[in-house]
């Protein structure tokens, strides 16, 4: 059987390439400058992603600037347990 196609995206923090449904989805409120956890999907604008076991490593450096083009301001995810 075909399975199609798997989205791949890359975690800001350990640079590994998962798909696309077992990683965290970030967005930025643009009005603060907060990088939130969008667990809809549905937040307006750019988006990056993060493991969830590593959410509690997440730093405002340059990789996180240039996800969100230098418009991040501060990091507001709260602790996500993980799914088994």
């Known amino acids: 059987m075909k399975r199609g196609h ?18 965290a989805r970030l967005g930025l409120d643009v009005e603060s400058g907060r990088i939130l956890e969008d667990s ?13 076991e590593c959410l509690p490593g997440l730093r405002l450096d340059r990789r996180m600037q240039r996800a969100f083009r230098n418009r991040a301001r501060e990091i507001c995810v709260l602790e996500v347990p993980l799914l088994k």
């Open 40 to 52: 809809r999907g549905k937040m307006k604008g750019r988006g990056a992603y993060a493991c969830r």
């Open 6 to 23: 798997i989205p791949v995206r890359t975690c800001l923090v350990c640079m590994r390439k998962r798909p696309k449904e077992e990683l």
